[in-house]
């Protein structure tokens, strides 16, 4: 079930697990069985797959933060990645090293992972998604396309975020370069819900069952089982 | 013509056809005349590849839906692809299976178009924009980068609809899973301009040449020939 | 240091450059010293890469631009690309034909840089950004991830956009198609702050050292050392 065209440095490989064409394992790197990887995929060593994973082509897992001289923020990471039992990585994703997700997750196409997150499980990212360095995602969370998700956040289980939506993480809006000093991305409680296109400004926390209107802009934070919307989001009612 | 280092399963490649390196076309894939295929693209059994198209470095052709016990709607979706003589689809682009694309058509780098949508001719869909599921676009229709169009939508002939543009489908912010019940995508009519970065909510219409100015927030259908704008979107004026 | 499974038709391989498997590597292209090539990357004839530059799994430099009978502009372009040395190109990136990055520049996952754009020295493109054609970016800027730069943009040394950024080059929102007769990106100009998820318009500067608040919407040009807000953005202060 090993395509001869793939290149299988590993010698860990689960039962009945397909490694199809022109994918990269490497050395070190741990796959269960019951796997699919789809061509072109590339396993860094370090990287622990569950059983019955799918992993579409193109998708990256276990990449190297890289700074080149242009980031203040010198990256700090672990050099593992583990992914839980049938979960599903979209083709292109990247998910960087000093990365745990949980079993039955989602992981759309094209969607970049950043170190030291945590996905929980049955948590859906959609596609083209970033969620940057030291995010923690609860179980039951779902985040929709291309939206944007800063470092430093909690988002807790079962908070439903919309796509295009946008936080951020530094009140100077990173001028001055990125320290954990100053910086602290937004908190999205439990069953919080963030409208399509919607933006969280830093330091803020969005209560549980809370709900943020489309296109809102949210500058401070919102109390628990409210609804806020407009630019910037103010009250609109409580959830009874 | 065909290179030594792609796996071509298949035996329906058309004459002056160009498969390049790693690429692999599984059996049961029909190619035109004078295709170029790119290093590292991957197109499934199934899929109905017309004359003169051009398919960049990565673009998967023929994705099977995933819900991977994370997602409340399971998938439905017929195994086959079309893509119209002489349309290109860009690097990376994914097109899952269910999808019929026209002639003359480009798809951008990294866009994702979903199960059961149907693209017309000479329409462009820029770069990383999702088409989500059940959706049809018309002729000559432009989609411009990083847009991501709900399930269930309509886009006639001759709309435009600019960068950063997110339309939902669900008034409950999709909190409670998508069923085809209650979920209607926005509808969008011929000659319609939407402005960068605007949201459209569910279950209105966009009428024919009415334009949406940028970064609004369309909560109520817009009539025909109307200027509308602002957080939410008012009235501007008749377009004589 | 090149993989038996690369396909490098160049001769023109620095000293200690590692190409790594399934990378494509066309005649004319000249690769500098202490290079890593991940797997999976393509590199076309007339591209010229620096010393210790890093590409990553999947990018793809030098890309044609590709009209497909649908677009109304005929892209013009040099075929040849230059990255400077010590300059990084994240996982599937896509840098079209005539294009220049300075020295320890950094392009995201998934950027697309389009033709006849110009990158300085130390600057950062982010996940998913676009480019479009005929953009000049300077030294230590910073554009980060999902954000979109419209085409004839000037973006000055030290200026930063935040996340989920659009601008707009036409104000006829691109329907009668684009001809340099008529369009203009925004001017950004030096150290100029672009606040997360604000749509900057046509035709318009914003000055020195001026900071755009975040959801902002941009319509006439903004002085230097001013603060504006808002949909669309109004006065708030000037910075002492």
Redesign the interface.
């Known amino acids: 079930m090993i395509s001869s ?1 793939a ?1 299988v440095e590993s010698s860990e490989i689960g039962a009945n697990t397909r490694i ?3 994918a ?1 394992i490497r050395a070190g790197a741990k796959i269960g069985a019951n796997v699919v990887i ?3 995929v ?1 396993i860094g060593d370090g990287v622990e797959i569950g059983d019955g994973v ?1 992993i ?3 998708a ?1 897992i276990g ?1 190297e933060p ?6 203040s923020r010198t990256p700090v990471f672990e050099r593992l990645v583990r992914i839980g039992n ?3 990585i ?3 994703a ?1 998910i960087y090293y000093d990365v745990r997700i949980g079993e ?3 992981i759309g ?2 969607a ?1 992972i950043r170190e030291q997150c945590t996905i929980g499980n ?3 990212i ?3 998604v ?1 969620i940057n360095y030291n995010v923690r995602i609860g179980n ?1 969370v ?1 985040i ?3 939206s ?1 998700m ?1 470092g430093n956040m909690d988002i807790r289980d079962g908070a ?1 975020i ?3 939506v ?3 993480n530094d009140n ?4 001055h370069g990125y320290s954990d000093a100053h910086v602290l991305g937004p908190i999205i409680e439990e ?1 919080a ?5 919607a ?1 969280l ?1 830093p330091n803020i926390v969005i209560g549980k069952n809370a ?1 943020v209107g ?2 809102s ?1 949210v ?1 401070k934070s919102v109390e628990a089982e409210t609804v806020v919307m ?2 910037p989001a103010k009250f609109v009612r409580k959830i009874s």
Chains 1, 2, 3 share one sequence.
């Open positions: 065209h290149v199809q064409e022109f990269v789809h061509p072109h590339v799918e579409f082509p193109g990256v990449k890289k700074g080149a001289g242009a980031l049938n979960s599903s979209g083709p292109h990247v039955n997750s989602l196409d094209g970049s049955k948590t859906v959609g596609r083209q970033t039951s779902k929709m396309d291309n944007w800063a439903f919309s796509g295009g946008f936080t951020s100077e809006i990173g001028k069953g819900m963030i409208g399509v296109g933006k400004l709900v489309a296109g802009v500058t407009g630019v």
